[in-house]
């Protein structure tokens, strides 16, 4: 099985992008011109996901700005792409056939970059999205913050009630002095030249130049102040268009000794932490059905490490000899022959089990499962409608094996191979092999479990 991969999308006001992505790295993307009407966006964003699209992408998710009640996925307002009162979301998903992911633009980026980039690994973030406007979102306990389900919207956060009249309908909103839009009108202000850029201000001297990144970024050290006192959190990020640019500005005007600090990071993921925020968000939230293949030859350790695994987790084992042992035992002795046939029902039994399970279950399968071909196994993993494996390869010296084999003959029940098994077996222990199908942990089960890095590593994988 291969990695399971989404489509991120961006709607932005200049560019609509989109991006196949799996586990934070994007492998296509295509991009195309914004619109105003809905209409014309949702035809060119559909464009651009059969560009991007392949087998493997399991579920959408799309970065809008404005505000965005996420669990209904309603779009309450729009800016120049006003898709307020739209169905966007169940029209793509309707025309995909994927599970579709809703959310403000900014908070896509900030799962990003919290998941991949400059925030990686912290729980309580800020991020502001300076560009045309100024979009954020914000992370408190490793959850976005919504409110009543749109809240975040920190390019509203008022600086001056003396100041401009914001898109919003308030005041003096950090959005109309610290935006790169607003930066235009502070180089139009001064007399400066339109496409004069922030990066050559920072460092000239001069006093109009200097004013002008005072107006722009006095207030957004005004803005990330108040957030820091309100919210206390590891780093607030700057993103978006003119992030870096921002970022750099505001290094001119550090922040007053005070009870509160937090750093301040530029965001790293660039113009691609949109849909790469997008496509995280619609793998976590798409309906999963996961297994761990705990795998192995007979006696090469499998069950003490599917239960170490368990105890971590709480997931179930389903153990090919737990399904096979009770008809071993009611039914009347049978040959080698016989319990092969129970061993290829229990192995059904197992995927049969897993297919009726409810949406969103992991289980933990304790087999060996190169008993049988693996086209069988591929056939099993669609059935049973797994989206997600991972598989723990348990090894261990072939000769060890056949010991523990030949140790544990007297406790298992009638049925199994006997004793003239052992030199088979420690024959397969020296050609046996994993599946192959799914990411892989190979655990020496001559050593202690270490059921930390064990579980870890799945909480990466998986
Ligand atoms: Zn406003």
């Given amino acids: 099985m291969t990695t399971a991969t989404a489509i991120g999308i961006d709607i932005g006001g200049t560019r609509l992008r989109a991006a196949r992505v799996a586990g934070g790295v994007i492998e296509a993307r295509a991009s195309a011109d914004s619109a105003r009407d809905p209409a014309i966006v949702t035809a060119r964003v559909l464009e651009l996901v059969a560009q991007v699209r392949n087998q493997t992408c399991t579920a959408l998710g799309i970065g809008v700005p404005g505000q965005v009640h996420a669990t209904s996925r309603a779009i309450l307002s729009g800016g120049y792409v006003d898709l307020s009162g739209f169905d966007f979301a169940g029209q793509i998903e309707t025309a995909t056939g994927l599970p579709v992911t809703l959310e403000n633009d900014a908070t896509m980026a900030l799962l990003g970059e919290a998941e991949y980039g400059a925030a990686q690994g912290q729980r309580n973030v800020v991020m502001l999205t300076i560009g045309t406007g100024i979009g954020g979102a914000i992370l408190d306990q490793g959850q976005v913050l919504r409110g009543r389900g749109a809240a975040g919207q920190l390019g509203h956060i008022g600086i001056d009630p003396q100041g401009r009249r914001c898109v919003c309908g308030k005041i003096g909103c950090v959005e109309t002095t610290s935006s790169g839009t607003a930066f235009g009108v502070h180089l139009a202000e001064a007399g400066l030249p339109a496409d004069t850029r922030a990066e050559a201000l920072l460092n000239n001297p001069d006093p109009v130049a200097q004013a002008v990144i005072r107006a722009w970024a006095a207030p957004l050290r005004a803005a990330i102040d108040t957030l820091i006192a309100t919210l206390n959190p590891d780093a607030v990020l700057i993103g978006g268009g003119a992030g870096a640019a921002a970022h750099a500005a505001l290094a001119q005007f550090p922040a007053a000794e005070s009870w509160f600090c937090a750093q301040v990071l530029a965001a790293t993921l660039g113009d691609d932490a ?53 008809f071993l035992t009611i039914l009347p002795p049978g040959d080698r ?44 993993i669609a059935r049973a409608g797994l989206t997600d494996i991972a598989e723990i390869w348990c090894h261990a010296p072939p000769e060890v094996i056949g010991a523990r084999y030949a140790a544990r003959l007297g406790s298992r029940p009638a049925g199994h191979p006997g004793a003239d098994y052992v030199p088979e077996l420690i024959a397969l222990a020296g050609r046996a092999t994993p599946t192959h199908l799914a990411p892989r942990y190979e655990v020496d089960t001559t050593q202690a479990i270490d059921a930390t890095a064990l579980t870890d590593w799945l909480s990466k994988t998986l």
Avoid: M
């Avoid at 029902?345 to 071909?373: C, H, K, M, R």
């Fill in 274 to 326: 949109g849909v790469i925020g997008a496509a995280t968000a619609a793998l976590k939230n798409r309906t999963r059905k996961r297994a761990v293949f705990v795998n192995g030859v007979p006696a090469s350790g499998k069950s003490g490490v599917a239960r170490a695994l368990a105890d971590a987790t709480g997931w179930p084992i389903l153990a090919l000899d737990t399904v096979k042992n009770p």
């Fill in 337 to 380: 022959l016989f319990n092969r046939t129970l061993g290829r029902a229990s192995y059904a039994a197992i995927f049969d089990l897993i297919a009726e399970a409810p949406a969103n279950t992991t289980v933990i399968i304790d087999a060996w499962f190169g008993f049988q071909p693996l086209e069988v196994l591929q056939c099993h």
